[in-house]
């Protein structure tokens, strides 16, 4: 196939476009400068923009996030390339930029698109739904969730049967199957790297029995049952669709555990089990709620209140290790764990546990570089000096924010996108004044996740 080859120039490329890569691309084009916006997914909003609600307050997450997500979107200094992805960037002589960006082809012009959802409902395939981690399916034509961004329908092309139900069904005719990915040659000033974290995989313990036993799930799954946008209306346990009467978490799940590579703390899985929790209780008022952890690290504004709320609640909380879950014939769970109080082996039965998922860093940022970009011992993105310049990676120019440089909450991931674009500003700075400010610097505040 040809390719589309393009040059294009901006004074600023951002890549990933969650919380923290929204928030310093507002910045930037507050200030008066052109920003790509780069982001590998069908919608902007990051893993923020899936949650249900902001630990401590309880503020609804996509309240925050969509208004911020829509300001994006309109804004005349930030142009955003969804389904992309960006290589071989390449610091030049003079200090500024070169990379190659690939925009990948949607089968859907996104102009003319009006988010009907008919080619969804004539699309007579059904695969795992990602957006909703599995827990129903979707069609091949679909639109990704309900408030995305861009909110238009995708074509998935790799599980479509290329039957044509959705270009017959489709009233505006704007489904191409010849369109074919856009290659650009970019040209920028300064990077700022906001590619965020990966979820821990737990089929690497298998002694949870994470996809073996059905009523086993992440927290991110069961984030996705609570939250408005949720695929069903209540809480469900896969294995029969009953509601669960008894629910254990399993904090540290991939965190703090050198055997399977991350032996740090995520900082945020005690908090949102504990948010998680506090919302079942509300959404199944006779439910027992079960906590095992190892060290409860409340350590924020507001979270050892949040903590102690949860407690008065009646949420159970054990210092317990788990050992092995096993499955019983009605599909409850056994847990086999040793209490740490009592100092004895002990096992409860619970018919739905959730696995509270640590972060990882995501490996991606380091291979769009030509130049070696300086990773930390845990991988995440390296800060060069973490005083004086927190957000300064290992090349000049290149600025981290969010989660690329460590695992943090959203207010942290905020205000580390508000230093990488301060920071990336003042690099700019010294070579040409910027355009007239069109508005302040936007540095926002929200809740944990």
Same mark, same amino acid.
């Given at each position: 196939? /040809?390719?589309?080859? &393009? #040059?294009?120039?901006?004074?600023?490329?951002?890549?990933?476009?969650?919380?923290?890569? $929204?928030?310093?691309?507002?910045?930037?084009?507050?200030?008066?400068?052109?920003?790509?916006?780069?982001?590998? !997914? +069908?919608?902007?909003?990051?893993? =923020?923009?899936?949650?249900?609600?902001?630990?401590?307050?309880?503020?609804?997450?996509?309240?925050?996030?969509?208004?911020?997500?829509?300001?994006?979107?309109?804004?005349?200094?930030?142009?955003?390339?969804?389904?992309?992805?960006? +290589? #071989?960037?390449?610091?030049?002589?003079?200090?500024?930029?070169?990379?190659?960006?690939?925009?990948?082809?949607?089968?859907?012009?996104?102009?003319?698109?009006?988010?009907?959802?008919?080619?969804?409902? *004539?699309?007579?395939?059904?695969?795992?739904?990602?957006?909703?981690?599995?827990?129903?399916?979707? &069609?091949?034509?679909?639109?990704?969730?309900?408030?995305?961004?861009?909110?238009?329908?995708?074509?998935?092309?790799?599980?479509?049967?290329?039957?044509?139900?959705?270009?017959?069904?489709?009233?505006? /005719?704007?489904?191409?199957?010849?369109?074919?990915?856009?290659? %650009?040659?970019?040209?920028?000033?300064?990077?700022?790297?906001?590619?965020?974290?990966?979820?821990?995989?737990?089929?690497?313990?298998?002694?949870?029995?994470?996809?073996? %036993?059905?009523?086993?799930?992440?927290?991110?799954?069961?984030?996705?049952?609570?939250?408005?946008?949720?695929?069903?209306?209540?809480?469900?346990?896969?294995? !029969?669709?009953?509601?669960?009467?008894?629910?254990?978490?399993?904090?540290?799940?991939?965190?703090?555990?050198?055997?399977?590579?991350?032996?740090?703390?995520?900082?945020?899985?005690?908090?949102?089990?504990?948010?998680?929790? @506090?919302?079942?209780?509300?959404?199944?008022?006779?439910?027992?709620?079960?906590?095992?952890?190892?060290?409860?690290?409340?350590?924020?504004?507001?979270?050892?209140?949040?903590?102690?709320?949860?407690?008065? =609640?009646?949420?159970?909380?054990?210092? $317990?290790?788990?050992?092995?879950?096993?499955?019983?014939? #009605?599909? #409850?769970?056994?847990?086999?764990?040793?209490?740490?109080?009592?100092?004895?082996?002990?096992?409860?039965?619970?018919?739905?546990?959730?696995?509270?998922?640590?972060?990882?860093?995501?490996?991606? *940022? !380091?291979?769009?570089?030509?130049?070696?970009? @300086?990773?930390?011992?845990?991988?995440?993105?390296?800060?060069? !000096?973490?005083?004086?310049?927190?957000?300064?990676?290992?090349?000049?120019?290149?600025?981290?924010?969010?989660?690329?440089?460590?695992?943090? +909450?959203?207010?942290?991931?905020?205000?580390?996108?508000?230093?990488?674009?301060?920071?990336?500003?003042? %690099?700019?700075?010294?070579?040409?004044?910027?355009?007239?400010?069109?508005?302040?610097? /936007?540095? $926002?505040?929200?809740?944990?996740?």
């Amino acid at each position: 196939m /040809n390719q589309q080859k &393009k #040059n294009i120039t901006y004074d600023a490329l951002v890549i990933g476009a969650g919380i923290a890569g $929204g928030e310093a691309a507002l910045n930037l084009a507050n200030t008066g400068y052109k920003v790509l916006l780069v982001e590998k !997914d +069908d919608s902007v909003g990051g893993k =923020m923009i899936l949650l249900s609600k902001v630990f401590p307050t309880l503020d609804c997450s996509a309240c925050i996030t969509t208004p911020k997500v829509s300001e994006i979107s309109r804004h005349p200094n930030i142009n955003i390339f969804t389904g992309s992805r960006v +290589d #071989n960037i390449k610091k030049q002589d003079n200090g500024e930029f070169t990379a190659n960006v690939y925009k990948k082809p949607r089968y859907v012009r996104v102009e003319d698109c009006t988010a009907c959802q008919k080619c969804e409902q *004539a699309c007579p395939v059904s695969v795992k739904d990602q957006y909703q981690f599995g827990l129903v399916g979707r &069609k091949a034509a679909y639109i990704p969730f309900s408030i995305c961004s861009p909110k238009a329908a995708v074509i998935d092309i790799e599980n479509c049967t290329l039957c044509g139900a959705c270009e017959r069904a489709c009233p505006t /005719n704007c489904i191409d199957f010849t369109m074919e990915e856009e290659t %650009y040659d970019l040209h920028v000033k300064t990077v700022l790297l906001a590619t965020g974290f990966n979820l821990f995989d737990p089929l690497k313990m298998p002694r949870y029995g994470f996809g073996t %036993y059905k009523n086993v799930l992440t927290s991110m799954q069961m984030e996705r049952q609570i939250a408005p946008t949720r695929p069903f209306h209540t809480i469900l346990r896969p294995s !029969d669709g009953k509601m669960p009467d008894k629910i254990a978490y399993v904090l540290c799940t991939g965190s703090r555990d050198a055997t399977i590579g991350n032996p740090i703390c995520s900082q945020i899985c005690c908090m949102y089990s504990i948010k998680q929790a @506090q919302l079942l209780m509300g959404a199944l008022p006779m439910a027992d709620i079960t906590i095992y952890y190892l060290n409860i690290r409340s350590f924020g504004k507001g979270f050892e209140e949040f903590y102690e709320q949860a407690k008065g =609640m009646g949420v159970n909380f054990v210092k $317990g290790k788990i050992g092995r879950i096993s499955e019983k014939e #009605n599909g #409850n769970l056994t847990l086999r764990y040793e209490d740490i109080n009592a100092g004895k082996l002990k096992e409860a039965e619970h018919d739905m546990v959730v696995l509270s998922v640590g972060a990882l860093p995501n490996p991606e *940022a !380091d291979g769009m570089f030509l130049d070696k970009l @300086q990773l930390d011992k845990f991988n995440f993105v390296g800060q060069t !000096d973490l005083m004086a310049s927190p957000a300064q990676t290992s090349i000049e120019g290149v600025f981290v924010a969010g989660t690329a440089s460590a695992p943090m +909450d959203i207010p942290d991931a905020i205000l580390s996108a508000g230093s990488a674009s301060s920071e990336a500003i003042s %690099y700019l700075m010294k070579d040409a004044a910027p355009q007239p400010p069109k508005g302040g610097v /936007n540095v $926002g505040l929200a809740s944990g996740c």
